[in-house]
């Protein structure tokens, strides 16, 4: 399935350094599937410090070597696609856009060489991806800024019919101190929520990048930081679930054990990490640098069912990331939410070469399990507008919840052959009883 075999948002972005990765790792944007995509959007631009002006952050890739232009070139192969322009990010910090969004004259000045950008280079829109207003040397009045700046930009974007959206933060303490959420629901299109980077070698002990739900052994404090949470906390505070788009980590967070023989949830672990051959980042291992490792390596696998995600280790070598399995189980989610659609941080880390078997198997899993979805709501919306007049047999399946963790998709449990669904068993902290 491709995104034509649904109507929900899938955004992907694109990290434009992953073409200096080594060997099987480099990703250009010839190596971009754009049927896999409603939206791309190309990682990153940066702002000038003096000039409070829009630049590239890489010229010789973005302008020599035709970056932008091969961007826009995908939509010859899907007419459909929107390709936007992300400004930010985290290496570009907070500090100079919170200086940026306090002035109206500098914003203007922002907003003014943004659409000059964006109608150079035939972009369909601006992705603002500020990390984060009021945080990280920012300032308390960045939150009404903010929205000051979503609105001149919108107010600027409506001629041209330009895409507005932003990277919003998935911490509830993030969310509070940068975000006026009715507000910025006004004037944004879509809200990407970085669902991911929940956890990480910075905690020194293990923990998932992404859990979907939380483990009832977690501390008040823990238990906000996962998928569920974040996305409900949002809801709960005035976000559109028909403009929230659930992000997902096509990644994952890779911890050194201090000691091999605990190789569980919340075990001791060294301040500094691993890298991968190709992302070579401490911490951080793309998909494609896992599902090789799993391939080539004697890797143990276990699946933590409360957070409903996988993770493996190796001695005393710890990686928490999502497969197949747990991204179907997270879209199954957003749909229940009646969200947006999902975007994917990001696709130069999925298995694009197909090294471990086909190409792109998360993306291509994402669009199945959306076109799925679309699927079983069709046939829904059929059967209740053709009455039957047969008996009702009620039959029930039972079903445990292992499945998710074998090879085959949780899709494949299909609601219409059963009228009652038994799901064993309850889960009480890491165990199944």
Known sequence: ??????????????????????????????DVDP???????YSFLGMDNKTYTLMPLDYEYDVN???????????????RLKVTVAVGGWTEGSEKYSRMASSPKLRKTFIDSAAAF???NNFDGLDLDWEYPANRGGKPEDKENFVHLLREMKEAFQPY??????????????IDTAYDIPKMSEYLDLIHMMGYDYHGKWDQETGHNAPLYARIDESPVQQTLNVNFSVHYYLSQGAPPEKFVLGLGLYGRTFLLTNS???????????????????REDGFL???EICEKLLTEKWSLAWQAAHQAPYMFKDNMWVSFDDVNSLGLKVAFAQRLGLAGVMVWSMDTDDFSGQCGNRYPLLNSINRNLALHAKSRFQERVSTTRP??????????????????????????????????????IIISDRLL
């Open 161 to 174: 019919q330009w895409i507005l959206t932003a990277a919003v933060g998935a911490g509830s303490s993030t």
């Open 35 to 41: 049927l896999l995509c409603t939206h791309l959007v």
């Open 118 to 120: 964006l109608r150079k």
């Open 261 to 279: 023989s605990n190789p569980g949830i919340g075990a001791p672990a060294r301040k500094s990490a691993f890298a991968g051959p190709y992302t």
């Open 1 to 30: 399935e491709t995104v034509e075999d649904h109507e929900q948002a899938v955004v992907c972005y694109v990290a434009t350094w992953a073409v200096y990765r080594p060997s099987r790792g480099r990703f250009s944007l010839d």
């Open 286 to 288: 793309g998909y494609n």
């Open 65 to 79: 070597k035709g970056g932008f232009e091969k961007a826009i070139g995908l939509k010859k192969v899907n007419p």
């Open 388 to 425: 039957t007049m047969r008996p009702i047999t009620q039959t029930s399946k039972q079903s445990t919840p292992w499945p998710s963790v074998r090879p085959s998709s949780p899709s494949s449990l299909w609601p219409s052959i059963s009228d009652n669904l038994l799901f064993f068993f």
